[in-house]
């Protein structure tokens, strides 16, 4: 068992934020992830004590929780978004199976038929108004956020994944051949929204970068065609990350699949700074420094099926060889391939985080 972080590794947001601009090897280890499932906090908290001594009747209760286990951890950040802002979708549940199991289950989206088939379910579709948001969390994080950290804003920009929950994955399928003029509708809606979202999270000095979520492809290619995606989807994240650029932060964008044959047009084009989500199975990060490397940054990347079947050596070995290839000149962040998920063994991914603790890329 892992049993404690180096209390003295200090966040460092300005290490970090030229770390993700490619401004040379860092002096350590910078550390990433999407998110930590609930489940994994509250387990990290018990372990350590984490949460001593915070009120869980105070209404920053969560907010200083975050802080304390993103600072325990080694993370330079926190990631905060717009809260009661949400699209109205077709949730399916099922039983989580997890070790540290989910007791109001695994949810996932009805595949085929979402609440927008037509042009009159468009019409009548509940869109939210990200002016009526709230920026409570994002408010209080100006105010109280230790100096040495920083706010990554998100999660957004969900175009192709909100175009396939709106009408259903086999609808959208279809609509690209017989509405399109309504997935068109779809798209320039969700743009626009997207577009106030990050304008108002852009609003906050702490924000230093923008973390734009969009799962586009499956094992061995992309979801919809790369010429529907190149006319409904990137342009809103061109849009996000020219937003970004103009007022002086980054954009990052994580997608899980195969987008081999859109990743040129992701780093020439619309301009990301960063991409997140590796699966061996696809992409090896390290494969991908060596051939993005000079373009953008590589973030995570330790294949999350390699952290649940591997013991705590594998790990270990792994990581240091990830690093060995993928830190050098920077542009590297450590984490898992997509997130630190409730059926990771905890002890796994401490692991992975100890040893990056421990890595001296000047040695």
Not at 135 to 143: F, K, M, P, T
Not at 250 to 259: A, D, F, I, R, T
Request: charged share 25%; proline share 4%; hydrophobic share 40%.
């Amino acid at each position: 068992m892992v049993k404690s972080p180096d209390m003295g590794h200090k966040p460092d947001w300005e290490a970090f934020i030229q770390c993700l601009k490619r401004a040379g090897t860092p002096r350590r280890v910078h550390f990433i992830e999407i998110y930590l499932d609930e489940e994994v906090k509250q387990a990290l908290c018990a372990r350590y004590d984490l949460s001593d001594g915070l009120d869980a009747a105070d209404p920053y209760f969560l907010e200083k929780r975050e802080i304390r286990i993103q600072r325990f951890l080694g993370y330079d950040y926190v990631l905060a978004g717009l809260e009661n802002f949400s699209l109205s979708l077709r949730w399916m549940c099922a039983e989580d199976v997890a070790e540290l199991k989910r007791t109001s289950g695994r949810l996932y989206i009805d595949e085929h038929t979402g609440p927008i088939t037509n042009w009159q379910e468009f019409e009548a579709y509940p869109w939210p108004d990200p002016q009526q948001a709230s920026v409570r969390a994002l408010e209080w994080y100006e105010r109280n956020l230790p100096d040495d950290m920083c706010v990554l804003g998100g999660l957004t920009g969900h175009f192709a994944e909100e175009l396939s929950w709106l009408m259903g994955y086999e609808t959208l399928c279809l609509s690209l051949y017989d509405q399109r003029d309504l997935v068109r509708a779809i798209s320039e809606r969700l743009i626009e929204m997207y577009r106030q979202v990050v304008a108002l999270l852009l609003q906050f000095e702490r924000v230093k970068a923008i973390w734009g979520t969009d799962d586009m492809g499956f094992r061995s290619g992309t979801l919809i065609s790369p010429d529907d995606l190149h006319e409904f989807v990137l342009p809103g994240h061109k849009l996000l990350a020219q937003m970004c650029h103009d007022a002086g932060r980054l954009y990052l964008l994580h997608s899980c699949g195969n987008l081999s044959r859109i990743m040129r047009d992701l780093v020439e084009d619309v301009r990301i700074d960063a991409k997140h989500s590796f699966e061996d199975t696809i992409e090896d990060v390290r494969d991908a420094k060596k051939k993005w490397g000079g373009h953008i940054a590589l973030l995570g990347g330790i294949d999350m099926d390699f952290l649940c079947r591997s013991d705590e050596a594998a790990i270990r070995a792994r990581v240091r060889d990830t690093l060995d290839v993928c830190l050098p000149g920077g542009g590297y962040l450590l984490g898992t391939g997509n997130s630190v998920a409730n059926y990771i063994p905890l002890d796994h991914y401490l692991a992975m985080m100890d040893e990056g603790w421990k890595y001296q890329p000047w040695l």
